[in-house]
């Protein structure tokens, strides 16, 4: 399959403060700068009234703002390759057939104090022929991580393209790592970033045009030290969760809330928010089941030591066989409470919360759709005050106006039938990666969830077996 075509930079600028200077039109008439403050990712536009405007030079009214672009064909070109994509991905990932397994190991303290870092080496082995080998590993920090995901990001969710996000940056987890003496303390942090770390890049290897990327392929294989990322407080984490609502505050705040034209969209908006509401509450469940295990198991431990104790002060041989016993149980018990309690946190928790990420992903794409249809109607109001325009200058009668009017029409209907054409792209393109999410949602809750049962159900038949074994010394008390 071809290359996913890059972005338009001037439809969809992420600059944080940008001035667009207009390029002139064929009559030499000049829009105004509009200027950005501190807009989201990929806003064009500002003002202070419920729709952006600009003024014309030729009779001083305003119209509707939208977005400059340098090249229609341009523009035109990429929605529709995206289109054409759209209804080729399931095709393109029905027929790839290669094999891209991706495992990260080995996470190693650097540094000392506060400059101190992790690394962590990332293997591959595919048989992609776009790899230079089939096997790989590579030396990569966390903000390698965060680098590769804004790229993606950058380049595919303007387009309908939903790019898993890698696990939330922890502030107070990492200084923990960094100040502690002991490498024990810090190990179930490092662990846990480790798995999230290793569960984000399988993701983005399943997805049959993120895969090909090739700055997904450089971060696997290329040996060198990486650009970093920008900015990374704002693509993990709490950041990330900021980005996600300012984008869409800020476009609601931009262009006032515009009606959905698809019901298929509103209906799976209203979905995710019950959904990431379920999820939320579910993800904190499971964290307050995960400390009351840790708990139950620090009680047992307690538990263990006092009964151990006591056997060995008791007089009567039975008593005290009993109780030895009892204390050997109780301890095994602990080593499986203990090890439920991870099971809880990897299998379960962190699932949940990959999928609490991921709908932050998607509400990101819904953002960049709404801004794509937002664009269009600005245009195709624009479009109807030029005609507005257009009837006066040629009531006028005056030849020279009526040429300009007639090219300035010309020129905003082009611009209109090119941001139809890149919200429709847009629009399909959305439509089946919310497809394939579902389809993978469903597959992998499955799956974890008969996992997570069998692990109960063993952890169950264990018990039971434990308990029997420790029932002989029970009667012999009686």
């Not at 490498?183 to 179930?188: C, D, Q, T, V, Y």
């Amino acid at each position: 399959m071809a290359a996913e075509p890059p972005p338009m930079d001037d439809m969809f600028s992420d600059e944080k403060d940008v001035t667009h200077d207009n390029s002139h039109t064929s009559n030499g008439s000049r829009m105004e700068d509009v200027v950005l403050s501190n807009p989201p990712a990929r806003l064009d536009v500002e003002h202070n009234s419920a729709a952006p405007t600009l003024r014309t030079t030729d009779d001083q009214r305003s119209v509707p703002v939208v977005a400059p672009m340098r090249s229609f064909e341009g523009l035109g070109n990429r929605a529709e390759n995206t289109m054409r994509s759209a209804d080729e991905d399931e095709a393109a990932e029905a027929m790839d057939h290669y094999e891209l397994e991706i495992s990260v190991t080995n996470p190693e303290k650097s540094g000392e104090g506060m400059g101190a870092y992790i690394t962590y080496t990332v293997n591959t082995r595919t048989s992609l022929p776009s790899f230079r080998s089939s096997q790989c590993s590579v030396h990569r920090r966390y903000s390698d991580f965060l680098a590769l995901y804004q790229k993606l990001e950058d380049m595919y969710s303007h387009l309908g393209r939903i790019v898993p996000a890698p696990p939330e940056k922890s502030v107070v987890g990492m200084t923990m790592v960094k100040l502690s003496k002991n490498e024990e303390s810090g190990a179930p942090f490092i662990e846990r970033r480790r798995a999230g770390l290793e569960r984000f890049l399988n993701r983005v290897a399943k997805h049959p045009i993120l895969r090909k990327d090739d700055s997904f392929r450089d971060f696997l294989e290329n040996p060198d030290e990486l650009p970093k990322a920008k900015d990374t407080s704002a693509v993990s984490g709490a950041g990330f969760m900021r980005l996600v609502k300012n984008v869409g505050d800020s476009i609601v705040k931009i262009t006032g809330k515009k009606p959905e034209v698809d019901e298929w969209f509103d209906m799976k908006a209203q979905d995710y928010e019950v959904l990431d509401d379920h999820l939320k509450k579910l993800l904190r469940a499971v964290e307050h089941m995960v400390e009351d295990r840790k708990d139950l198991c620090a009680s047992t431990g307690t538990f263990v030591k006092s009964v151990a104790l006591l056997g060995s002060v008791e007089e009567n041989e039975t008593i005290a066989k009993a109780l030895s016993r009892l204390s050997e149980v109780e301890e095994k018990v602990e080593s499986l409470h203990q090890e439920m309690s991870q099971h809880d946190r990897f299998l379960f928790g962190e699932t949940v919360k990959d999928y609490i990420s991921l709908l932050g992903s998607i509400r990101i794409c819904f953002d960049q759709r709404t801004k794509a249809h937002n664009n269009l109607l600005a245009t195709q109001s624009a479009l109807a005050k030029k005609k507005e325009s257009e009837v006066k200058t040629q009531a006028s009668g005056k030849a020279d106006k009526i040429a300009i009017a007639e090219q300035e029409v010309r020129e905003w209907e082009e611009k209109e039938h090119e941001y139809q054409k890149a919200f429709d792209s847009t629009t399909k393109v959305l439509k089946a990666e919310i497809q394939r999410f579902e389809r993978e949602r469903s597959q992998e809750f499955k799956q974890k969830f008969m996992s997570y049962l069998e692990r109960l159900m063993n952890m169950q038949q264990e018990l039971t077996r434990l308990w029997e074994s420790y029932l002989p010394d029970a009667q012999a008390i009686a």
